[in-house]
């Protein structure tokens, strides 16, 4: 896990204070604030804020694509016409996620000295053509005609644009066509495949300027209410000592989800960053790694909200794969495949074949986390209840065990129960939920989270003495309302870590 980056608890209008300061002073200050960016990090500033696209979604996708890719560090600024050349100073990027109005001058000559000074730009989409003074905001309620005196030195700087006011349809229709790398030698294109497909916007009729490089192009289709050409889609320029990359693909989420969005765009940031290309293609975008934690996740038996898909999401190192039954899940061997098993089911029987398999997991010393009413499977199989889970909920009385009971609806205040690598960054905690009473656990478990709800056990998850593997339990996690809450994710993600041995 990376470590919490302390800037991260300041907003980055924080930094706008450094304009108030003496000249010397600010850039002392921005020396100063760039001791709280990530070691070894390209510094990254998002433009924001302002758009006739839907940037606050697009804006973090982007932000996220950087930051999963490994190689930056990214912050993210909406109200652009406050910064100045003391707010850029600590960062090595812009990226444009920006189609509003004009900023003040002082903020377009930061950018344009920012660039010129040998550092970095990179537009995406709709940004190309916001400074030509040919813009108009649109949205689905209204028209809003923000034409004005064109930013001069922006069409320089990112070497194309419109000579005229786009027509109405400078695009086609949005369709699925191949952005074909016409120069392979550029750091942005080399080793990429001759071709990658989109499914978006085609932009046309724009005019790149002499000092600036074509790196790939789409055919625009008259089919598809196109020029019949093949337009530009990426483009690099030189700007002073700096460099700009522009990708015009981009219109939506969706759009900037495809390969041939994504890949240019995180490569690309690298390159106008640095000036070279260290990313390979499959950093630029959701990670499947050897280092990510292979997880199977079984449910049945007992209904649930569809929202506990969510539940490991946004998490980078897991991977996952569903099986809807324990004789899905166990007919054959897991210990190649995964490294831990998340149960959510709640099963009453296991074949002897089924019953083979996850012993073998288990005793290969791999990971297994139990998540609410999978406390209550296998309530015939005592070595698993027992030595395995290191707890029960009892279905129906027994010699020697009373039933359990539940407690649907109910408000629970949750602390840890002590130190642990599982809880160590989640405090207290409040979840709507099922309590569950009377759970039966074995001596030696590590108690891990603990409540004085008095419809619910005193302790509702712990660490399982069993010397075969890692075990967590969490009883909590019935409905949508814990499995949308980011601390219940964040502490199931955890256990997860833990039990793959990756948290120590």
Known sequence: MSPRNPLSAFPLAFLLVLSFLPARAATNTADRLADFFQAGKIRALILSGRCNHDWRTTTPHLRQLLVD????????????DGINAETLAPFDVLIMDY?????????????????RAGKGLVL???????????????DRHRSVDIRETPWTAFREMVGCGWDTPPPKGFHGARHTFPLTFT???????????????????LYQGMRVLPHAEVLARSHAPMSRGGTDQDEPMLIVNRFGE?????????????GMWEEAFRIPFVRGTEWAASGKVTLAPEACGPRHTTHSIRTLVVTGGHDYPTSFYTVLE?????????ARSNADAFRGDLRNRFDVLVLYDMSANLDDVGRGHLREFIEAHKGLVVL??????????EWWWREVVGGRYVTKEEPGFKASDFRHDEWVAIEPAGPHPITSEIGPLRLFDETYR???TAPGIRPLLKTSNPTSDEVIGWISPCALSRVAVIQPGHGTESHRHPAYRKLVQNAVEWAAGRRQ
């Open 183 to 201: 120069k392979r030698d550029h750091p942005i294109t080399a080793g990429l495949p001759e071709s990658l497909t989109a499914t978006d916007e």
């Open 242 to 254: 700096g460099r700009v990359f522009t990708t015009v693909l981009g219109h939506e989420l969706a």
């Open 99 to 115: 189609g509003g109005p004009r900023w003040p001058a002082t903020t377009e000559k930061a950018v344009e000295d920012f660039v």
């Open 372 to 381: 609410h009413h999978a406390m209550a499977d296998y309530q015939g199989w």
């Open 438 to 440: 009377g759970v039966w």
């Open 124 to 138: 995406a989409h709709g940004a190309v053509y916001h400074f030509s003074g040919l813009s108009v905001l649109t």
């Open 69 to 80: 890719s490994g190689r930056f560090d990214v912050r993210v600024e909406e109200a652009v």
């Open 314 to 322: 946004g998490h980078p190192d897991i991977v996952w794969e569903h």
